[in-house]
């Protein structure tokens, strides 16, 4: 089994603020970990994907996740808020073995503030 | 460019009728999945297909109906024994490989009144 939570429904920052926006899985098996980046009415965009190479993971637009496996958690952080980073971030677990299954988090809406 | 085709983009019908939603991908993936977006619900699995001629239940499927009769195309059709269709749907495509990411449509916002 699968799941995955993500902690905060709604995050504010200001503009060039640092940016922690959290996730934490259970998974069965080795999971990969994906953060996905929805702006309105539009679909979603994959910003970084945790595949077991490295704990730490880049992404586009100056975004980064680290894997802690010893807290199960994966959250994405970014140095500093632009405005343009307002949207819904999507925190997408999957295991192994079960390439069809994929469990999304509920979603956290950024605020980003002048 | 490679990607994947949602039309149209807001489709409006009166309740009691079927309508049907458009998605094609270019990135020769074999897996299509269909997603119902709600506020606040995050994305809900409606019908994958793993290959061509095969689909597969997902987990608000009651209502809704697919096909998959060719790789690059996957069709949503909206019955109307859907309770509650007004959504945004969401259609993606996976390559091959455990850690290969899902690719998004830019969606279908369906307004039943």
């Known amino acids: 089994a699968q799941s995955v939570t993500q902690l905060d429904s709604h995050v504010s920052v200001s503009e060039g603020t640092p940016v922690l926006l959290r996730c934490n899985y259970s998974s069965s098996y080795s999971p990969s970990l994906f953060w996905y980046v929805q702006h309105p009415n539009k679909g979603l965009q994959l910003l970084l994907k945790y595949t077991s190479a490295a704990t730490l993971v880049k992404g586009i637009n100056g975004f980064e996740a680290e894997f802690k496996k010893s807290e199960t958690s994966f959250h994405l952080t970014k140095p500093s808020a632009h405005m343009s980073d307002a949207a819904e971030y999507f925190c997408v677990v999957t295991n192994t073995g079960t390439a069809s299954k994929l469990t999304f988090g509920t979603g956290t809406r950024l605020q980003v503030t002048l | 460019d490679g990607g994947i085709t949602q039309s149209p983009k807001y489709l409006f019908r009166k309740e009691g009728q079927n309508v049907t939603l458009s998605c094609e991908q270019n990135?020769?993936?074999?897996?299509m999945y269909w997603y119902r977006q709600d506020p606040g619900q995050g994305l809900r699995l409606i019908y994958y297909s793993q290959i061509v001629n095969d689909f597969q239940k997902g987990d608000i499927a009651e209502g809704y109906s697919v096909s998959r009769e060719k790789k690059e195309s996957f069709p949503l059709t909206v019955t109307s024994a859907q309770k509650n269709p007004t959504a945004f749907y969401l259609c993606?495509?996976?390559?091959?490989?455990?850690?290969?990411?899902?690719?998004f449509g830019n969606g279908t916002r369906l307004t039943v009144t």
């Open positions: 993606a495509s996976r390559g091959t490989g455990e850690n290969s990411p899902l690719h």
């Open positions: 990135l020769n993936h074999d897996a």
